[in-house]
């Protein structure tokens, strides 16, 4: 992207920071959780120095939106000696930066010595690796100024893909014969065109603390064939999807060719005025510029005509005749005015019967959807702070750019969920159900009612409905992370989910199920408890989605006798066999998700032997024959957890008792749940202690459902969507902390 239109068109979120010093910040970086895409792209301003910071100390020194390049200060590795051969200074800085690949075509790697040899330890599809270079010299005879060909200095080119590193300089013989003239062995990665070597380097080079180093940086993971149908894919209007070439992982926004501004902002993409261009595309002697969104045209001014053989106004020429009588022009041009007049006024009259026919229809649907009985009901609640808003079909429709395919997020036996953006910039997931039962208008009512005034930090909140459609509209906030599911069972996403953010989202999950069952006004059973069905925030909090099989609970009934709905691997026995659904429904189903995220397993696999395709049956099994221990996920288990892990699985185990009178309330499993997770944190709280305060303590979180969720940014979308959340990136020097 240009200087010119970087400056013309916005290029951060509204009421964000979009420059540090001489560096400018577009979207998806940005100086506030609010203001970035994730934890990948915050950055830090440092209002004294004016200088933008990655991580804990990476100097930003240019951002680019048309590469996908972050320009860095990287630090210089050196190991130094004394003249007796004694070690000094030893600098071995690294590079921490998963989510964005290290360039293999703007870097080099560069090792400077006499008595040298040094390593970039590396990695490279999720494997270690190495490479490396050496200088030896006796001398500085050989040693030739501005070249870097192994005598003095030598340097080889990066791999593609490689993310991470680690520089490692080293020396032969501890640079004794050498020390008058080379105490030192250095190593770094820079631009070549910005390092031109000189034989003072081999004694000063230490004072040259970085050198300029380019990171590719694209968003997520997936390619655009799989990004584009996912709920946190983020290229904006008019911009298309690209891979970035040379192994770089994710896909990159571009504007489309008319258009300019920041492709990651959901309207940054802007028409260019190829009009006001100089020299300008017409031929202004014979044509005028029009334009028009994303291109422009020439008219031929009056007495010139398109010879049709030159475009763009070029190949206009003078008519054949044209100082005639004004009369042959002046007859036409009246029939022609008449004729439009005519064309204008019936198509007036056929728009506004449109118009009208239109209204009544949205009128007629709103009625037949239960809009009064639902404005009738939101009066009572005046009071509150948050009712279910009730949306226009052209609100929605411009959210989603008329329902467009390409806003597609996911799409389920009982409808399509969409991706929109509201005129206040909220995105939001809207669901277009498939099938409306007329016969149940009042009960929908009243659970559009119930789920918009939920107001738990983990549970994905409804806003509000469309009633002026044939099939109601529901509208939901914006969930960034995906589902719980992708992140087990992918396998480069569970590696980032340790035991500690599995407890802590089996617990919150808890909570909010509890929070259903026993808090709201009236009980709700959810029906349908899966990995699927919860989703993720970028802090790795759980969010419970999915209410299309929900069902309000009456306060006097303990049992539902209803048809049986749900998914196979995590449905209650008891409720399949008798039709009595009960809230311990919900209990066996979290029970199921529990045994996932121990064992890291499907609820039902056919790859698995007959007796062990059920995960509830292989779970129990092997807890009721001491063999848990053998089918555990490796990656959560150490020898400072193995206990808690014991207790977590006694509880899913009686949560996946077959009969429902034996297994716990969601509430006692919150608790305990819960109290395991404060163990983890404060050592000193021991399971064995429950005195009354302890027991107050645990009980506590359950009932702390105010905490608003960050940025309003959620999703209901249940399909398989997963982005990893990336750890900061970190350069350390081992010995000073730089």
Partial sequence: MGAAAVDKFQIAKPNC????????????????????????????????????IAGINLAVAKISIMDGELDILMYVANQCYEINGVLGDNNNPWLSYPAFTVSNTKNRFFTIGCDTYAYLNAYRNNERFSIGCMSICRSL??????????????????????????????????????????????????????????????KSLREKETYPMVLDWAIGDEKCDTAQNKPDYVCGGNSSCENPPNGVDGYRCKCKEGYEGNPYLPDGCQDINECEAYPNPCDITTSRCNNIDGDFTCTCLDGYEDDGKIMNGKGCRLKAGAN????????????????????????????????????KLKEKFFQQNGGSLLQEKLSNYRASTEVAKIFSVEELEKATNNFDKSKILGEGGYGTVYRGVLLDNKIVAIKKSKICDKTQIEQFINEVIVLTQINHRNVVRMLGCCLETEVPLLVYEFITNGTLSSHIHDRNLSSSLSWEKRLKIASETAGALAYLH???????????????????????SAKVADFGTSILAPLDQTELSTLVKGTFGYLDPEYFYSNQLTEKSDVYSFGVVVAELLTGKKALSFDRPEKDRSLAMYFNSAVKEDRLHQILDDQIVNDGNINVIDEVANI??????????????????????????????????????????????????????????????????TTDVGLESMRNQVVKPLDDGR
């Fill in 324 to 359: 005639r009588s004004k009369i042959n022009i002046i007859i036409p041009l009246a029939v022609g005015i008449g004729l439009i007049g005519l064309f204008m006024g019936g198509s007036s009259i056929y728009c506004g019967l449109q118009r009208r026919k239109f209204i």
């Fill in 518 to 540: 026993s808090s709201t006004s009236v009980p709700i059973l959810h029906r349908d408890v899966k990995t699927a069905n919860i989703l993720l925030d970028e802090n790795y």
């Fill in 652 to 717: 899913a185990k009686s949560c996946l008792s077959v009969r429902g009178e034996d297994r716990p309330t969601m509430k006692e499993v919150a608790m305990e749940l819960e109290g395991l997770r404060i163990m983890g944190k404060h050592p000193w709280v021991k399971a064995d202690l429950y005195t009354e305060e302890t027991e107050y303590l645990l009980g506590a979180p359950t009932h702390s459902f105010n905490i608003d969720v960050y940025n309003g940014s959620s999703s209901t979308i």
């Fill in 141 to 202: 005879q050989n040693v030739e100024n501005g070249s870097c060909t192994g005598i003095g200095c030598c340097q080889v080119e990066i791999p593609k893909g490689l993310k991470n590193f680690t520089l490692d300089p080293r020396s032969y013989r501890k640079h004794i014969n050498v020390s008058e003239f080379n105490p030192c062995s250095f190593a770094f990665v820079t631009r070549p065109e910005e390092f031109n070597f000189s034989s003072v380097y081999l």
């Fill in 17 to 52: 920071l979009d420059r540090c010093g001489d560096v400018q910040i577009p979207y998806p970086f940005g100086t506030t959780k609010r203001c970035s895409l994730n934890g990948d792209f915050f950055l830090r301003c440092n209002d004294s120095s004016g200088q933008l």
